[in-house]
């Protein structure tokens, strides 16, 4: 009979493309993987992989049997949701990721409210960004996450996921207080054409929508320092190093010194809540959705 850990182990690097990525995405050593492998190509009389110069790629046979493996394990998943269903218990084990600012500003009240309700479920949490967040979801590592777009930039996502939404996030502009539209009501991104940028990292979703953003008003933006949250941006700002976006969630206390203004034209990011779609009847599942949606509805 074929083992499942097995499996799971030639799933992931049929996922991954190498052992490596595969030993990342499932916490376990290469070596572990190596022999995991090993195992079933001796479990199944067939080889399974042959080297690709320094790394490996699946054999004929290794592709249709990871075909299978992607199959069964979902067929796992189903059968894991059914049972938790007809025992309509919310228990077990349930994974959550968001990105920072939602991680700062959900999180302590949606893992309090979940652990006083729940006290069966064991939540385990984790920071990632949006694109790490969703393929963890595709590779099994997370069991649910926050994730976000943007009101003029959606976050593509997989076949086979589910989505719900939590929040829509406004955000303004934040500047030192001495700057020159700090006394505004409102203001127009065109007006910040010669700012210095406090942004996110090269390559991050919100990096490149902002760049994006500007770009589509005609703004080449001047790029001066990069933080991943939003109190690092904050205080950069409050040192007059530059402007950055602050959206609300997760945004308070703002620092002394600095001033946030709202857009002419509002700016929103959507927040919201993805997983397996084999995996949708789990009550630990609606559980969790349903702790984010009441902890941003006291965000008000």
Same mark, same amino acid.
């Given at each position: 009979?074929?083992?499942?850990?097995?499996?799971?182990?030639?799933?992931?690097?049929?996922?991954?493309?190498?052992?490596?990525?595969?030993?990342?995405?499932?916490?376990?050593?290469?070596?572990?993987?190596?022999?995991? @492998?090993?195992? @079933?190509?001796?479990?199944?009389?067939?080889?399974?992989?042959?080297?690709?110069?320094?790394?490996?790629?699946?054999?004929? !046979?290794?592709?249709?049997?990871?075909?299978?493996?992607?199959?069964?394990?979902?067929?796992?998943?189903?059968?894991?949701?059914?049972?938790? #269903?007809?025992?309509?218990?919310?228990?077990?084990? @349930?994974?959550?990721?968001?990105?920072?600012? #939602?991680?700062?500003?959900?999180?302590?009240?949606?893992?309090?409210?979940?652990?006083?309700?729940?006290?069966?479920?064991? *939540?385990?949490?984790?920071?990632?960004?949006?694109?790490?967040?969703?393929?963890?979801? *595709?590779?099994?590592?997370?069991?649910?996450?926050?994730?976000?777009?943007?009101?003029?930039?959606?976050?593509?996502?997989?076949?086979?996921?589910?989505?719900?939404?939590?929040?829509?996030?406004? +955000?303004?502009?934040?500047?030192?207080?001495?700057?020159?539209?700090?006394?505004?009501?409102?203001?127009?991104?065109?007006?910040?054409?010669?700012?210095?940028?406090?942004?996110?990292?090269?390559?991050?979703?919100?990096?490149?929508?902002?760049?994006?953003?500007?770009?589509?008003?005609?703004?080449?933006?001047?790029?001066?320092?990069? +933080?991943?949250?939003?109190?690092?941006?904050?205080?950069?700002?409050? !040192?007059?190093?530059? $402007?950055?976006? #602050?959206?609300?969630?997760?945004?308070?206390? $703002?620092?002394?010194?600095? *001033?946030?203004?709202?857009?002419?034209?509002?700016?929103?990011?959507?927040?919201?809540?993805?997983?397996? +779609?084999? #995996?949708?009847?789990?009550?630990?599942?609606?559980?969790?959705?349903?702790?984010?949606?009441?902890?941003?509805?006291?965000?008000?």
């Amino acid at each position: 009979m074929l083992n499942l850990d097995r499996l799971r182990t030639l799933d992931a690097l049929a996922r991954h493309g190498s052992v490596s990525g595969a030993a990342e995405g499932l916490h376990i050593t290469t070596s572990a993987v190596s022999q995991q @492998l090993s195992k @079933l190509e001796r479990e199944v009389g067939q080889q399974l992989l042959a080297k690709n110069g320094r790394g490996v790629r699946l054999t004929d !046979a290794g592709r249709l049997l990871a075909e299978h493996a992607a199959r069964i394990l979902s067929q796992v998943e189903l059968a894991q949701s059914d049972l938790e #269903a007809h025992r309509g218990q919310v228990v077990g084990e @349930l994974r959550l990721s968001a990105f920072p600012t #939602a991680a700062r500003g959900l999180f302590p009240t949606v893992l309090s409210d979940l652990r006083a309700a729940h006290p069966a479920l064991r *939540v385990r949490s984790s920071e990632l960004e949006p694109e790490r967040g969703i393929s963890g979801v *595709v590779r099994g590592d997370v069991d649910l996450a926050v994730v976000l777009d943007w009101y003029n930039k959606p976050l593509p996502l997989p076949d086979g996921l589910v989505k719900a939404p939590i929040l829509d996030d406004p +955000a303004d502009v934040a500047m030192p207080a001495g700057h020159r539209l700090a006394g505004r009501e409102e203001v127009d991104l065109a007006e910040f054409a010669e700012d210095e940028w406090i942004t996110w990292g090269e390559g991050e979703f919100c990096h490149e929508w902002l760049l994006y953003t500007l770009r589509s008003r005609g703004i080449e933006p001047i790029i001066g320092h990069r +933080a991943a949250e939003t109190h690092t941006q904050l205080g950069l700002v409050a !040192a007059g190093l530059g $402007v950055c976006i #602050a959206p609300l969630l997760g945004r308070h206390p $703002v620092p002394d010194g600095v *001033v946030t203004v709202p857009l002419r034209q509002r700016v929103r990011r959507h927040v919201y809540v993805v997983w397996r +779609a084999d #995996a949708d009847r789990r009550p630990s599942i609606r559980a969790a959705v349903g702790a984010l949606r009441a902890a941003a509805e006291r965000l008000g």
